[in-house]
């Protein structure tokens, strides 16, 4: 069992930044990739970026590429979502989540646990 909790959201206004974190009391938070998902409302979950476990490998979603950068603490139990010139679009729930297997980075369901989700507002 893995508890993960998210946070670091609220009301941006567009072109400003924000930056998401997630926390986790196990230290087997370091072994695990960790993926950052968000969900609009109206909308399906979709994925943002994801982080293998040493912290080299790095994956995003098209929408995102080039302005959100994702890290983690390799040796803490903590990663975090930066994210720069954020847009009206980018509103949604955030969530941080725990898979075993990079090469399965965006499939949902490959992730085991799931933080409880941090609200972002990006305001135009």
């Known amino acids: 069992q893995v508890h993960l909790v998210d946070s670091g959201g609220g009301v941006v206004q567009a072109g400003n930044s924000l930056k998401l974190s997630c926390s986790a009391s196990?230290?087997?938070?370091?072994?695990?990739?960790v993926g950052w998902f968000r969900q609009a409302p109206g909308k399906e979950r979709e994925f943002v970026a994801a982080?293998?476990?040493?912290?080299?490998?790095?994956d995003y979603g098209d929408s995102v590429k080039g302005r959100f950068t994702i890290s983690r603490d390799v040796a803490g139990n903590t990663a975090y979502l930066q994210m720069d010139t954020v847009k009206p679009d980018d509103t949604g729930v955030y969530y941080c989540a725990v898979a075993g297997f990079f090469d399965r980075r965006k499939d949902q369901a490959t992730y085991h646990y799931w933080g409880q989700g941090t609200q972002v507002t990006v305001s135009s």
């Open positions: 982080i293998n476990w040493s912290g080299v490998d790095t």
């Open positions: 196990e230290r087997k938070f370091s072994n695990y990739v």
